[in-house]
């Protein structure tokens, strides 16, 4: 049971598998340079791994089993292990998935999480939406309203087809409806990166007929 929660606290990290093996070993009796020697660490790391492993779950490993102490972040990361796959699918990085559950442990509980990102669709953009996605998984539904038709008039062209200043003019005339296409895409849950490769494909299909 241990070895499985440092297995969830630990997502996909590269390293997850041989950070498991040093704890197994060490509860088995294997001394810190027995371990190094294995694994081709430095006695120190070996070390540093295990004592990490032990405050990740409580206690248990180095120093007596106090699980109500463990730290609300290592229970979030049991609770809801597919949020490393869904991090990764979604090309969001390992990183992102620990801050998610540095943001979630600060928030207390998905729904106060998502209600703090609804208030604040500026801030943490990939935790937003890895925040979306957990939310999506757990209810079957998006946390964020669908998007609503722009209101934002777009002006006319003052000049001919032909005119020099007529694909500037175009720009100057879309740029802040495409801004505002872009922020409400965003509150949606939509990343930037998301967005912008979304519209240069749509564009690049237009042109194409």
């Not at 490769?197 to 007929?209: F, H, I, Q």
């Amino acid at each position: 049971m241990m070895l499985k929660k440092l297995r969830d606290c630990w997502g996909f990290s590269p390293t997850v598998d041989r950070n498991v093996a040093l704890v197994e070993g060490f509860l088995k009796g294997k001394r810190y340079a027995d371990l190094a020697q294995e694994h081709g660490l430095s006695s120190t790391r070996v070390r540093q791994i295990i004592e990490r492993a032990d405050r990740l779950v409580g206690g248990g490993i180095l120093t007596e089993a106090k699980p109500s102490k463990a730290s609300p972040r290592t229970e979030y990361m049991v609770d809801y292990p597919y949020v490393w796959k869904l991090a990764e699918m979604h090309r969001l990085g390992s990183v992102t998935a620990r801050h998610f559950f540095a943001a979630l442990e600060r928030a207390g509980s998905l729904e106060r999480l998502v209600d703090k990102m609804k208030r604040l669709p500026g801030g943490a953009r990939t935790i937003r939406e890895l925040a979306r996605l957990v939310w999506q998984k757990e209810t079957g539904e998006s946390p964020w309203p669908a998007m609503k038709r722009s209101s934002i008039a777009i002006v006319e062209p003052m000049c001919p087809v032909d005119h020099p200043d007529r694909g500037l003019q175009c720009q100057l005339a879309l740029e802040p409806a495409l801004q505002d296409l872009v922020e409400r895409a965003a509150e949606s849950g939509w990343t930037e990166e998301e967005i912008a490769y979304v519209l240069l494909d749509l564009a690049g299909a237009r042109l194409k007929g």
